[in-house]
């Protein structure tokens, strides 16, 4: 691959401080892109920026700290990111967890699926008009095989009447498998591709936040999975390959395109998740105003 094919472009990437993401970050730093690495915690942020591969003439990383579970932090995310960089060329959404137990936000909404997918949701939508700006741009979300089992609970989104880790960790992932398409439905003749991905199995912290059985059978498997080099192989074709250039509402695992589960071919249930995601986010109410004010 071109070693600076990416130079000059800029790269938006979350979760870039461990496993897969800081993987990706590390793949796309060597081949010159100008990277914004997204974490939660100023120390392993700072050590992530260090870590970074430099390309002479490339600046280096910059860094935006953000527990991104919560929706205000994402707009200031947003926001931050906007008033810096006019154009956007690649956002990859790779944070995400497992939550073991239930638990909520601080807008009290269930933690996996706000992180992983409503997360996502948000910060896709509001860097948007960056991304229009850079195109051909891509976007890139990381979803998981898992989304196979997965299932989108309308009548109980929050999972307040049942809750279990894989029915949530499931819910959201493939929350990113429909969210993916639909957008990329929205994005028709833009030239701003949405794509998804599986990263594999892969040797990582995920699992850590999980309990009781899913985190013994998580940690167990461990030694049999990729490295996280090897998981960010696929993320890091998507952003850079020109051989996908204009290919968008795929699901992709090990640099193919494949077929995902049935349920996320639903057209109603992607836009139906788009519509709650979007009164969740308060996206809806923005979209409002913005016409009011027309
Ligand atoms: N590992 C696998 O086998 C596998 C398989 C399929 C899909 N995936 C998906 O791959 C993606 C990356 O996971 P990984 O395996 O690389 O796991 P990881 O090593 O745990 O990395 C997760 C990243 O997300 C960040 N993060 C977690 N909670 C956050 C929050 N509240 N706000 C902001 N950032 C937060 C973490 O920050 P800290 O460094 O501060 O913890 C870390 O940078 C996830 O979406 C996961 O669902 C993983």
Known sequence: MD??????????????????????AEGLSAMGATLLLVGRDEGRLKAAQDSMPRVEGVPMPETHCADLSSMAEVRRLAAAIRDAHPR??????????????????????????????????????????????????????????????GKIHFDDLMLARRYSAPR????????????TYELARRLE??????????????????????????????????????????????PIYLASSPEVEGV??????????????????????ARRLWEESARLTGLEADERAAGDRK
Do not use: W
Request: glycine letters at 10%; proline letters at 3%.
């Open 88 to 149: 956007v060329d690649v956002l990859i959404n790779n944070a995400g967890t497992i939550a073991g137990r239930r638990k909520l936000t601080v807008d009290g909404y269930e933690y996996t699926f706000a992180l992983d997918h409503l997360s996502p949701f948000l910060l896709t939508n509001l860097l948007l008009d960056r991304l229009k700006a850079a195109a051909p741009s891509r976007i890139i979300t990381v979803s998981s095989s898992a989304h196979l089992a």
């Open 3 to 24: 070693k600076q094919g990416m130079s000059g472009k800029l790269v938006v990437i979350t979760g870039a401080t461990s496993g897969i993401g800081r993987a990706t």
């Open 248 to 269: 968008t509402g795929r699901y992709f695992v090990r640099g193919k395109a494949r077929r995902s589960s049935t349920a996320s071919y639903d057209l109603d249930a």
């Open 189 to 234: 003749g833009t030239r701003v591709t949405a794509n998804c991905v599986h990263p594999g199995a892969v040797r990582t912290h995920f699992g850590n936040e999980a309990s009781g059985p899913v985190r013994i059978g998580l940690v167990a498997v461990r030694p049999f999975e990729l490295s996280a080099r090897q998981g960010a192989r696929t």
């Open 168 to 179: 949530a960790y499931g819910q959201a992932k493939l929350a990113n498998v429909l969210f």
